[in-house]
């Protein structure tokens, strides 16, 4: 099998992918507690920078692709710069995080009509928080093995999951039918 090249130890491919689905599988779990959680209310206020909320999920595909695409990139640098356990893929996670967050908020801000709140609670929060997951589950699976990892993932999922509904359903978050 092919190993993917890498300046701290190589890892097999087979291995690689079940890194990078395990952390896209969080990134997914993340961004729906914060999506349709802690952020749930600027998708009901009108903005002339986000989507309406039948286009914007018309179009979360592509978001969970650019997931996928950014936790091949994070599973690759954690291995790189030698992540080895869940504490250190926080760390790498949160550095790593913080620098996307903040080029990405200043890159928006300079293009678009978002306002600094937006910018700053939901592009670089947000991108703490998922590359931080992300780079937390490359260094888990280095420390305790892939098949853990991905139980692990799974597990983060059907939580966000039911703390949604449980949030939903007690009214705690708006929610808005779409039909």
């Not at 699976?141 to 993932?153: D, I, M, R, W």
Request: proline share 3%; glycine share 10%.
């Amino acid at each position: 099998m092919e190993n993917v090249v890498s300046a701290h130890a190589s890892v097999p491919s087979r291995r690689f992918f079940l890194r990078v689905v395990a952390s896209w599988i969080v990134m997914i779990a993340l961004d729906l507690i914060l999506n349709a959680g802690v952020f749930a209310r600027l998708w009901f206020e009108p903005s002339p920078f986000l989507l309406g909320p039948r286009e914007l999920f018309r179009r979360l595909p592509l978001g969970y692709a650019a997931f996928l695409l950014q936790a091949g990139a994070y599973v690759w640098l954690a291995n790189r710069f030698g992540v080895s356990n869940w504490r250190q893929g926080a760390l790498f996670g949160l550095k790593l995080g913080a620098v996307l967050g903040v080029a990405a908020a200043l890159g928006l801000r300079s293009g678009t009509t978002a306002s600094w709140t937006l910018l700053l609670s939901a592009w670089l929060v947000g991108g703490v928080v998922l590359t931080s997951g992300a780079c937390v589950l490359a260094g888990y699976s280095s420390e305790h093995g892939e098949k853990k990892a991905l139980v692990k993932a799974i597990l983060v999922l059907i939580g966000a999951v039911i703390a949604i509904a449980i949030l939903q359903s007690t009214g705690a978050v708006p929610v808005r039918r779409m039909g």
